[in-house]
């Protein structure tokens, strides 16, 4: 019975899918060493640059959020509920864990600009023209 109740929470279709280049697991910490924030950050790869450009990010709020193997595959994957209600499931090859003392994504921001990037896809039925709020 709480499977079936469970199941009908869940957004009808499946997960929205999305790979990206490099998902960055980023800690960062205050010069005094307290944890400020801890962030997912999805990157595309830009041979120009010869460097990954941030492209999207979430908050990291639940352990769950982290992104583990898929051994079938041999890439590393997370799946989570959005708070616009969107169940995703984002893959990479290539996992990168950092602990930082500034903020990873505005720093690249002050080099890959906003307007550039191609972030999370929508929802179906999402607003149409917009980059996707982050959630």
């Known amino acids: 019975m709480l499977a ?15 790979a990206f280049d490099l998902i960055e697991i980023n800690h960062v910490y205050s010069t005094t060493g307290d ?3 801890s962030q997912v950050l999805f990157c595309r790869w830009h041979a120009l640059e010869n460097d990954y450009h941030v492209h999207d990010w979430r908050l990291l709020e639940h352990p769950s ?4 193997p898929n051994w079938l595959t041999g890439c590393f994957e997370t799946t989570w509920l959005d708070k616009g209600g ?6 990479t090859r290539t996992l990168r864990k950092t602990n930082t003392p500034y903020d990873v994504e505005w720093l690249d921001r002050r080099v890959w600009r906003v307007e550039w990037r191609h972030g999370l896809i929508e929802p179906p039925g999402g607003p149409k023209g917009r980059r996707l709020e982050n959630n």
């Open 86 to 91: 969107a169940l995703r499931r984002v893959t």
């Open 35 to 37: 944890h400020v924030l």
């Open 65 to 68: 959020q982290v992104p583990r």
């Open 4 to 18: 079936f109740i469970l199941a009908a929470m869940l957004p009808r279709g499946g997960p929205l899918q999305q």
